[in-house]
């Protein structure tokens, strides 16, 4: 492998900002990513906290019971309930294999960070993946892409496609999920390793039924030789010590909420767009009931939650009352889940990717009121896996990989194909073009002096004339690209391996590509190396 780090942009101005640690953005956050003390300050400041280690550590360790684990695990299992330990945490939806790169991107993160500092610190830093199990949009998670002949395609598993249940509560048919596995790797091509890897993946659908079990099933396995820890967010146990909270929660909603309208304005003053939507009513909490998650709002007037949309109305005692009773009903929104995780974490750092660090922004003074700091907000690394026989495509053509990544290829092959193109035919097509219209409008005129009931049909025969040289030139364009495919092919496999549909790498192209490819040893290779955290994109050479 060979890393090389290159400047590019976020895909939003606020991250982008936030990674130069310039204003106005680096005023809505707590801590100077940039500061060389940062991490010390951080830890300072945790220090004086009082954070229930033990309980939070005893959860994680029941959770992962059932997941491959090793010696490293149990270390920082041990680690987490020292007294002077903290944690580097960041979190995802529990995608189908894992799903797009941008989630093994962030474990990485996680992990090298922990390291990191752990090192530097000198104190006992875990590195904490919170699966956010407790989400509901089944459609965002339940898809891979894969190439099919010249493209990219999605191909979903669509069995469970009209869930609104949470995550974590969605069991699939090993059936129909083994045949989905089958269908992705067929995509993928059998390659040396890809029988052991349909085998241990036909092995864990076999003893797992859920998407969130598969999910943390998957993760473990990959990375539990490097001290990983995971934590479901809609696990019962973790419920029943979040109850407190989630009582604080409900009885300052008001307050947290107007908190975070107060940043988003003090935001959109600057010329940013909100990045959480939000009204004044909003409760931030949602509740489950019969199988399906519901955010709640609060009705001031009558001092009631209440949901239009389910029909539900509870006074302030009975929501309190539910809470005791049945606390795995209450889940968290985007407002309230980094709160949520202040309070259960000693976080040093979170890994965040560029929308997170967006609405992490809109929450700081909700964090001012509780008597706490945002931590650090750390931007997960950004990788792009360079082949070589798409980078020996690069060096063919002639191409620059940064203003790839940047920008893509459709103009450089644009540009190609202008410059081949039969610019004298083109030419001769425009000026037939020109003859006719000039032509056809004196007959447009004759007949608007004579006959208009005829003008129709003349329109209507230029127009085929015009649409038969339009085909012409449609046919010599086309053969033209025939007679180049070879070059334009590159074009296109560079295109589909580092800029997807315009996209990065990273949102659309699965892990289970490359290990299909390479075998597991390609994790431990990455984790191998040695990252810096300074906000450029690494390019690695495969």
């Not at 640690?21 to 100077?32: A, N, S, W």
């Not at 995509?187 to 993946?201: A, D, P, Q, R, V």
């Not at 976080?347 to 809109?362: C, D, N, V």
């Not at 003074?365 to 997960?380: C, E, S, V, Y």
Request: charged share 25%.
């Amino acid at each position: 492998m060979n890393f090389e780090s290159i400047v590019i942009p976020a895909m939003n101005d606020f991250a982008s900002l936030y990674i130069e640690q310039k204003e106005p953005v680096k005023g809505f956050f707590h801590y100077d990513i940039t500061e060389n003390t940062v991490y010390e300050k951080r830890y300072r400041d945790l220090m004086s906290r009082n954070i229930n280690r033990a309980g939070i550590a005893r959860v994680i360790e029941n959770y992962m019971m059932k997941f491959p684990q090793s010696d490293k695990t149990k270390q920082s299992l041990e680690k987490l309930r020292n007294e002077n330990s903290v944690v580097v945490i960041g979190g995802q939806q529990a995608g189908l294999l894992t799903g797009p790169l941008y989630t093994i991107h962030k474990i990485i993160s996680i992990i090298k960070l922990a390291e990191e500092q752990e090192s530097k610190l000198n104190q006992p830093v875990v590195p904490v993946f919170w699966i956010a199990g407790e989400d509901h949009d089944f459609l965002e998670i339940n898809h891979v892409y894969a190439e099919a002949g010249k493209s990219l395609k999605k191909i979903s598993f669509v069995s469970n496609n009209d869930e609104k249940k949470m995550t974590s509560h969605i069991h699939f048919n090993k059936d129909e999920m083994l045949q989905w596995v089958n269908t992705i790797f067929m995509h993928f091509g059998e390659k040396e390793h890809t029988k052991k890897i349909l085998s241990t993946l036909q092995t864990a659908i076999k003893q797992y039924s859920s998407i969130t079990d598969l999910f943390s099933y998957i993760v473990m396995s990959l990375f539990k030789d490097y001290g990983l820890l995971i934590i479901d967010s809609a696990d019962p146990a973790l419920r029943k010590i979040e109850e407190p909270f989630f009582s604080q929660l409900i009885d300052q909603n008001v307050e947290i909420t107007q908190e975070v309208l107060s940043q988003q304005k003090e935001i959109e003053t600057q010329g940013f767009k909100k990045a959480i939507e939000m009204e004044d009513s909003a409760a931030n909490i949602f509740i489950y009931l019969n199988n399906e998650r519901i955010l709640l709002d609060y009705d001031s007037e009558r001092d009631c939650f209440i949901s239009k949309k389910a029909q539900i109305e509870l006074d302030r005692e009975s929501l309190h009352e539910l809470l005791r009773q049945d606390p795995e009903k209450f889940s968290n929104n985007v407002v309230t889940r980094p709160i949520m995780q202040e309070w259960l974490f000693p976080t040093l750092a979170f890994i965040a990717g560029p929308g997170e660090i967006a609405y992490w922004g809109e929450i700081k003074q909700a964090f001012d009121f509780l008597g706490n700091k945002m931590p650090p907000i750390i931007p997960r690394m950004n990788m792009t896996f360079l082949e070589a026989a798409v980078e020996r495509d690069i060096f063919d053509l002639e191409l620059s990989i940064e203003d790839i990544l940047k920008n893509g290829v459709t103009r450089n092959k644009a540009l190609f194909l202008e410059s081949v193109a039969d610019q004298e035919l083109r030419c001769m097509i425009d000026q037939a073009k020109s003859f006719l219209e000039e032509k056809y409008n004196s007959i447009f005129e004759r007949f608007e002096e004579n006959d208009r009931g005829l003008l129709p049909l003349a329109r209507k025969n230029l127009s085929i004339h015009l649409n038969q040289l339009d085909y012409m030139e449609q046919k010599a364009n086309h053969s033209l690209e025939i007679k180049h495919k070879t070059i334009l092919e590159k074009y296109n496999r560079i295109e589909r391996s580092l800029k997807p549909n315009g996209t990065p790498q990273e949102r659309m192209w699965n892990i289970f590509y490359y290990l299909n490819e390479m075998g597991e040893s390609f994790i431990h290779q990455l984790m191998e190396e040695k990252y810096v955290f300074d906000g450029t994109h690494k390019l690695i050479r495969i």
